[in-house]
């Protein structure tokens, strides 16, 4: 094989020490943002609270904690989830300045073109679920439960179910990168996506059936029409790039 040009061969201890290094500098700006964050996290999670949880709602969802800990352990939660999304790129660069060494021109200017879009997507996806996928789903369950019982949400429980549906919308919008790469690397074709469509329109319905975190059918069906919108849109953006 022939090496990469300007890279040394050096030993695995002196490429571990240097793995450590980076990673400390990557995860150490990541812990400080925890500990800001976490010194406003009750702020953040009344913000969090009127605008995801009670918005649309007519009267005042109160919080409701079952534990000593789970108050501490949500804004934990909060502050995590906020300092990891500031931290990524970060992370991302000192990766890519660990393994740079290593790779082809073409490779770096693939990692450098793929990287951003990546985040960009995971970005558009979770406002998404944020804005409106998250406040839509609460809005719609409650609204159909208070006639029966009087609504008494956990804290930590309501905000593992925003973090999961904002994580998860986020990863499914990778869907237009993975499926524009795939087609690229010819390991599927155009023609064939296209006159599988109503197949795979079954299989994206079955995968939101799956990993919703919400038992509602809106929270599946919602899911579902975004796979569906992003699979139409990687097929338009093929056709071009």
Same mark, same amino acid.
């Given at each position: 094989?022939?090496?990469?040009?300007?890279?040394?061969?050096?030993? %695995? &201890?002196?490429?571990? %020490?240097?793995?450590?290094?980076?990673?400390?500098?990557?995860?150490?700006?990541?812990?400080?943002?925890?500990?800001?964050?976490?010194?406003?996290? &009750?702020?953040?999670?009344?913000?969090?609270?009127?605008?995801?949880?009670? &918005?649309?709602?007519?009267?005042?969802?109160?919080?409701?904690?079952?534990?000593?800990?789970?108050?501490?352990?949500?804004?934990?939660?909060?502050?995590?989830? #906020?300092?990891?999304?500031? &931290?990524?790129?970060?992370?991302?660069?000192?990766?890519?300045?660990?393994?740079?060494?290593?790779?082809?021109?073409?490779?770096? @200017?693939?990692?450098?073109? %793929?990287?951003?879009?990546?985040?960009?997507? #995971?970005?558009?996806?979770?406002?998404?679920?944020?804005?409106?996928?998250?406040?839509? @789903?609460?809005?719609? !369950?409650? +609204?159909?439960?208070?006639?029966?019982? !009087?609504?008494?949400?956990?804290?930590?429980? !309501?905000?593992?179910?925003?973090?999961?549906?904002? !994580?998860?919308?986020?990863?499914? +919008?990778?869907?237009?990168?993975?499926?524009? +790469?795939?087609?690229?690397?010819?390991?599927?074709?155009?023609?064939?996506?296209?006159?599988?469509?109503? @197949?795979?329109?079954?299989?994206?319905?079955?995968?939101?059936?799956? %990993?919703?975190?919400?038992?509602?059918?809106?929270? =599946?069906?919602?899911?579902?029409?975004?796979?569906?919108?992003?699979? =139409? +849109?990687?097929? #338009?953006?093929?056709?071009?790039?």
């Amino acid at each position: 094989m022939n090496a990469v040009p300007g890279d040394n061969e050096l030993p %695995v &201890g002196e490429h571990l %020490v240097e793995l450590r290094s980076r990673m400390i500098k990557a995860i150490l700006p990541i812990v400080v943002f925890a500990v800001v964050v976490f010194m406003y996290s &009750g702020e953040l999670l009344n913000f969090i609270w009127r605008h995801a949880v009670s &918005g649309g709602i007519t009267y005042t969802l109160d919080m409701n904690i079952y534990s000593p800990m789970e108050l501490i352990l949500t804004k934990f939660k909060i502050s995590l989830m #906020f300092a990891l999304f500031l &931290g990524i790129p970060l992370l991302m660069y000192e990766i890519f300045m660990f393994v740079g060494k290593g790779l082809y021109e073409k490779e770096k @200017i693939f990692f450098i073109k %793929v990287v951003p879009v990546s985040f960009i997507l #995971f970005t558009a996806g979770a406002a998404l679920a944020y804005l409106a996928v998250v406040p839509l @789903i609460f809005k719609y !369950t409650i +609204f159909y439960s208070v006639d029966v019982a !009087t609504p008494q949400i956990s804290v930590i429980r !309501t905000v593992s179910t925003i973090v999961a549906m904002v !994580t998860g919308f986020g990863l499914i +919008f990778q869907l237009p990168l993975l499926l524009v +790469f795939a087609l690229k690397m010819n390991i599927v074709k155009l023609e064939y996506l296209k006159k599988k469509r109503m @197949i795979i329109y079954g299989a994206l319905l079955a995968f939101a059936l799956f %990993v919703s975190p919400d038992p509602s059918v809106l929270s =599946e069906l919602i899911v579902a029409l975004v796979l569906v919108v992003l699979f =139409e +849109f990687s097929l #338009f953006i093929a056709r071009y790039f």
